[in-house]
């Protein structure tokens, strides 16, 4: 079992970049609508945004080497605990922790979905997985957790991410570690004061091997970022603090590829990717600013956002229980 298990990740290693990026977003985009829609909501908007983010880490950018977790994922195995053998966290999936190779953090937890999604494209996770999801007993949760896949931390207290990245960073750079510390977060962590505590943490200790892409879809679970509690310029703030920070089209993979390229010796690189949430799905936007969470109001909103949505994504409407 155990080979078998090997050389199915072995096959998702050699995956990578096999794929265009642009296909796996798509990819991504195409998993999420299906699941929304299968269980009348869910966290959608996120796979419009941050699509491109997310392949762009897996597929091309993230030095990360094979999963070392079996490709259906096991049910939760109980908290960290003496004597409890069975336990362990998600990150198995994004490889192993070996000094060599880079280390992601799923910052917002509740974009689990999207990156579950993501796990799938790029060979990491079975598809099965995603039937698991938000299942009592399954480790795939609605929010991610430490036991979940792609997950290392439970996250869910946003904000918490970057300073965690951060710590590991230091430690590997002690350690003379070539592997980098990535952090994949959204704009709703920067109304978090942690966020800005670890940049200047990261900026004082030189911490340089910390990198971060930040979702900047200007919402949060409340509505508009600017109408909950207005941050200002992101990109003028993490510079006051110390880091290095380069503003893109979130759905410019190029923009994407050059910004990592952007010098920050001594500091910690962001790249606030600046993304639409209902890119890809255009349907959506009648429901901006509230698309934190979709549940469609009524069958007939479901029914007619499952015909707008497959036309957009070129698929056909989901085949759902009760459709008509
Ligand atoms: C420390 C903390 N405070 C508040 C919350 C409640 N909360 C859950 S999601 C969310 C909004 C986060 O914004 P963002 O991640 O940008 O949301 P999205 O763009 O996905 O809508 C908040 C405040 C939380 N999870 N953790
Ligand atoms: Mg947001």
Redesign the pocket.
């Known amino acids: 079992m155990t080979d078998i298990v090997t050389f199915v990740n072995y096959l998702g290693c050699i995956m990578r970049n096999e794929r265009s990026t642009e296909e796996i977003a798509l990819g991504i985009r195409r998993r999420v609508f299906e699941h929304a829609i299968r269980n009348n909501g869910g966290y959608l908007?996120?796979a419009c945004s941050a699509a491109e983010q997310l392949a762009w880490l897996y597929n091309e950018e993230l030095d990360l080497g094979a999963a070392t977790l079996p490709m259906v994922p096991r049910p939760f195995a109980g908290v960290p605990a003496l004597g409890n053998d069975a336990y362990h966290t998600g990150a198995g999936y994004n490889g192993p922790a070996e000094p060599e190779f880079d280390r992601l953090f799923i910052a917002?937890a509740?974009y689990a979905l999207a990156a579950y999604a993501t796990l799938i494209e790029v060979g990491r996770m079975a598809p099965e997985g995603l039937e698991m999801f938000n299942k009592d007993g399954s480790s795939v949760e609605m929010i991610g957790a430490e036991h979940s896949p792609g997950m290392e931390v439970h996250n869910?207290?946003?904000?918490i991410g970057l300073s965690t990245a951060a710590g590991l960073a230091w430690g590997r750079k002690r350690r003379g570690e070539p592997g980098r510390t990535w952090v994949f977060m959204?704009?709703?962590?920067v109304q978090?004061g942690q966020t800005w505590e670890a940049i200047a943490a990261a900026a004082h200790h030189r911490i340089d091997n910390l990198y971060a892409i930040m979702?900047v879809?200007r919402?949060?679970?409340d509505g508009a970022m600017s109408s909950v509690m207005d941050v200002g310029d992101i990109k003028a703030k993490i510079e006051q603090f110390g880091g290095v920070a380069v503003r893109v089209d979130a759905h410019k993979l190029d923009r994407i590829r050059e910004a990592v390229k952007t010098p920050h010796r001594g500091k910690p690189l962001i790249i606030l990717a600046n993304s639409s949430?209902f890119r890809g799905m255009p349907s959506l936007q009648l429901r901006f600013p509230g698309l934190?969470y979709v549940r469609f109001k009524s069958e007939e909103e479901r029914s007619r956002m499952n015909k707008e949505i497959a036309r957009s994504l070129r698929v056909d409407p989901v085949a759902y229980e009760g459709a008509h």
């Open positions: 908007s996120q917002p509740h869910g207290t946003l904000g959204s704009d709703g962590e978090e979702d879809n919402q949060q679970c949430p934190h």
